[in-house]
């Protein structure tokens, strides 16, 4: 099995605060990896180094056998194929969602002006729109295509949000808790979704999500953390058992 993705020795400290405390594991090919833990375990910080937003003290990063992601700008690694769960739709409240996504592409295109003088800027545009009605059909919003972000409810949002992942067709997609902020019902057709993404981008999908029933049903492999550390990884059934999840859940105090 190829990794995609391996994590060695990731450490950052924020003033006297361990965040990262010497992360290791690997994401496989192909594979939807859950990282679960309580708050404050070093979830977000760890996204924040994969996608380039923070700079780890200690450790490396490899991406796709041979880059090195600590150092690497945050633009870059969109060009090796990393997206990441922002929220797009938000930042354009009054613009129809086909033309966020269709934006949303465009900002990633290079050479712009080189295509247009050449003559390829309408090939492009053709391109760009049908990615975007694709990416909006994935998800289930062809019906909304028209309509602006303000006029959609918070889980059509977050769906669009995904659609603009989709729309940039990434390698390593990294979501940061999907499920929060939407309905049960909503969060339950995630699962589903999620993995018709992974399935329909050929794409491994690194996944922050405290709705257990969900990460345990999507992920093939969790790695759970605690206090900036890997308390332990395996598959959803294994990892379940482990006592410091049970009792990391049960909101007692994980061992060390
Ligand atoms: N930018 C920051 N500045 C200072 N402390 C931070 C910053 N980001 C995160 N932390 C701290 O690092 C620890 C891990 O936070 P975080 O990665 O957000 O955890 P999680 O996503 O697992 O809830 C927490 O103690 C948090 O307060
Ligand atoms: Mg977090």
């Known amino acids: 099995m190829t990794t995609i993705l391996h994590v060695d020795g990731v450490k950052l400290a924020f003033g006297g ?6 992360v290791t594991f690997d994401v496989p090919a192909g594979e939807i990896v859950g990282l679960i833990g309580p708050n404050g375990a070093g979830k977000t910080t760890l996204f924040d180094c994969i996608s380039g937003y923070q700079r780890p003290d200690e450790g490396s990063i490899t991406y796709d056998g041979n880059v090195e992601l600590v150092g690497l700008p945050p633009h870059e690694r969109v060009t090796h194929g990393i997206g990441r769960l ?5 930042m354009f409240p009054s613009v129809s969602i086909r033309d966020v996504l269709k934006t949303v592409q465009h900002r990633r295109m290079k050479a712009g002006l080189f295509r247009s003088v ?3 800027a309408r090939a492009e545009e053709r391109e760009v729109t049908a990615r975007a009605d694709e990416a909006l059909e994935l998800v289930g919003l062809t019906a909304h295509a028209d309509k602006p972000a303000m006029e959609l409810s918070t889980g059509m949002l977050r769906l669009c949000e995904l659609a603009a992942i989709v729309a940039v067709r990434p390698r390593l997609l990294l979501l940061d808790e999907p499920s929060s902020g939407i309905a049960q019902k909503e969060t339950e057709a995630l699962l589903p979704l999620l993995k018709r993404l992974r399935d329909h981008l ?4 690194l996944v922050i999500e405290h709705d257990m029933p969900l990460v345990m049903g999507l992920a093939d492999r969790i790695v759970a953390m ?6 332990t990884e395996g ?14 859940y049960l909101g007692t105090r994980a061992a060390r």
């Open 118 to 120: 050449l003559g390829l």
């Open 86 to 90: 922002f929220q797009q739709a938000r």
């Open 235 to 248: 598959t959803p059934a294994v990892v379940q058992r482990h006592p410091d999840v049970l009792a990391s």
């Open 17 to 22: 605060v361990k965040a990262l405390d010497g």
């Open 202 to 205: 050929d794409a491994t999908v």
């Open 226 to 231: 605690a206090q900036g550390k890997v308390l």
